[in-house]
């Protein structure tokens, strides 16, 4: 269930990060304008945008939508997919990283991460060794980028490293 105290938590997690805030639907511009995310919508699409922005390059934290393309949230999606600068396999790699740190956040807030669990597919086909290694694989990426511990907590904003985003 999202609360608008769900939301606050995800508009406050965001900003102790030191990424910028509009009180805006994304479908009127973008999810992510290269400074700021837009925050009318759920909370666990607020902390899936900070999930993007703490995997992103520095470099591309100042493109709209991360230079991945237009997200599905995404009112402009022209003039975000002109600012696509990386291969499919980077998109679908971050969007995996970005989806489970999103994730590991909404548990360290209290909040229902169940529901992006599911939603975001992480249980599909969970009786296959293939899914549980794919877990495991984006859980140790996220690790060696030092976007969580060795106990699989994210790393809080005061202990955030500035190159921990770039691939290791």
């Known amino acids: 269930m999202d609360t608008p105290a769900h939301r ?36 666990y699409v607020l902390i899936h945008e900070v999930g ?11 493109l709209l939508d991360f230079g991945l393309g237009a997200g599905p949230e995404s009112g402009r ?22 989806s489970l740190i999103g994730i590991l956040w909404e548990v360290e807030l209290g909040q229902p991460a169940i529901l992006a669990f599911l939603e975001q597919n992480w249980l599909e086909g969970w009786e296959r060794p293939a899914c549980a290694a794919n877990l495991v ?27 921990s985003s770039e691939a290791a």
């Open 137 to 163: 694989q984006n859980l140790e990426l996220l690790y060696q980028r030092g976007l969580i511990d060795a106990a699989g907590r994210p790393v809080p904003p005061e202990s955030f490293r500035e190159c």
């Open 8 to 43: 606050q938590a995800g508009i406050e997690l965001a900003r102790r990060f030191g990424i910028g805030t509009i009180d805006e639907a994304p479908q009127d511009a973008w999810s992510y304008d290269g400074r700021s995310i837009r925050t009318r919508s759920e909370a």
């Open 52 to 62: 993007h922005w703490l995997v992103a390059s520095p470099e591309r934290r100042t």
């Open 77 to 98: 999606v022209a003039e975000a997919d002109a600012q696509l600068c990386v291969d499919k396999d980077t998109q679908i790699e971050e969007e995996a990283l970005a």
